[in-house]
Protein backbone atom coordinates (compact mmCIF):
# COMPACT_ATOMS: atom_id res chain seq x y z
CA UNK A 1 0.00 0.00 0.00
CA UNK A 2 2.70 2.79 1.20
CA UNK A 3 4.79 1.70 -2.39
CA UNK A 4 1.26 2.23 -4.11
CA UNK A 5 0.97 5.96 -2.26
CA UNK A 6 4.62 7.17 -3.14
CA UNK A 7 4.30 6.03 -6.52
CA UNK A 8 0.65 7.58 -6.72
CA UNK A 9 2.73 10.83 -5.32
CA UNK A 10 5.52 11.03 -7.35
CA UNK A 11 2.91 10.25 -10.62
CA UNK A 12 1.34 13.75 -9.43
CA UNK A 13 4.35 15.60 -8.70
CA UNK A 14 5.89 15.09 -12.21
CA UNK A 15 2.36 15.23 -13.85
CA UNK A 16 2.31 18.83 -12.71
CA UNK A 17 5.77 20.22 -12.50
CA UNK A 18 7.36 18.65 -15.75
CA UNK A 19 4.72 20.17 -18.51
CA UNK A 20 5.72 23.56 -17.22
CA UNK A 21 9.51 22.84 -17.36
CA UNK A 22 8.74 21.60 -21.35
CA UNK A 23 6.92 24.37 -22.27
CA UNK A 24 9.45 26.71 -21.05
CA UNK A 25 12.02 24.59 -22.56
CA UNK A 26 14.31 24.54 -19.77
CA UNK A 27 16.30 21.53 -20.38
CA UNK A 28 18.77 22.32 -17.82
CA UNK A 29 15.90 22.80 -15.05
CA UNK A 30 14.21 19.61 -16.34
CA UNK A 31 17.64 17.73 -15.79
CA UNK A 32 18.21 18.94 -12.43
CA UNK A 33 14.30 17.96 -11.53
CA UNK A 34 14.49 14.18 -12.80
CA UNK A 35 17.84 13.86 -10.63
CA UNK A 36 16.58 15.38 -7.49
CA UNK A 37 12.88 13.19 -8.41
CA UNK A 38 15.16 10.15 -8.95
CA UNK A 39 17.42 10.00 -5.63
CA UNK A 40 14.22 11.27 -3.86
CA UNK A 41 11.99 8.20 -4.86
CA UNK A 42 15.22 6.12 -4.82
CA UNK A 43 15.03 7.00 -1.06
CA UNK A 44 11.51 6.82 -0.27
CA UNK A 45 10.83 3.31 -1.43
CA UNK A 46 13.85 2.36 0.25
CA UNK A 47 12.63 3.68 3.36
CA UNK A 48 9.40 2.32 2.68
CA UNK A 49 10.98 -1.21 2.02
CA UNK A 50 12.90 -1.13 5.51
CA UNK A 51 16.09 -1.06 3.40
CA UNK A 52 19.11 -0.10 4.73
CA UNK A 53 19.46 3.99 4.05
CA UNK A 54 23.03 5.02 4.13
CA UNK A 55 23.77 7.95 6.27
CA UNK A 56 24.09 11.01 4.21
CA UNK A 57 26.28 12.51 7.00
CA UNK A 58 28.90 10.36 7.42
CA UNK A 59 29.68 10.72 3.58
CA UNK A 60 29.75 14.49 3.84
CA UNK A 61 32.11 14.56 6.65
CA UNK A 62 34.75 12.42 4.91
CA UNK A 63 34.19 15.01 1.85
CA UNK A 64 34.72 18.01 4.60
CA UNK A 65 37.60 16.42 6.36
CA UNK A 66 40.22 17.06 4.35
CA UNK A 67 39.57 20.31 4.04
CA UNK A 68 39.14 21.05 7.78
CA UNK A 69 42.78 19.33 8.41
CA UNK A 70 44.01 21.31 6.25
CA UNK A 71 42.36 25.04 7.28
CA UNK A 72 43.53 23.73 10.68
CA UNK A 73 47.38 23.57 9.96
CA UNK A 74 47.20 26.26 7.85
CA UNK A 75 45.92 28.56 10.95
CA UNK A 76 47.16 26.84 13.98
CA UNK A 77 51.06 27.71 15.10
Known amino acids: ?24 KSYREIWAFAGVTLIAMVLSFGQALHLPIPNITKGIEAL ?12 LP
Open 64 to 75: VRPVYFAFERLL
Open 1 to 24: MNIFLLLLLFAVIIAVVAPELVRR
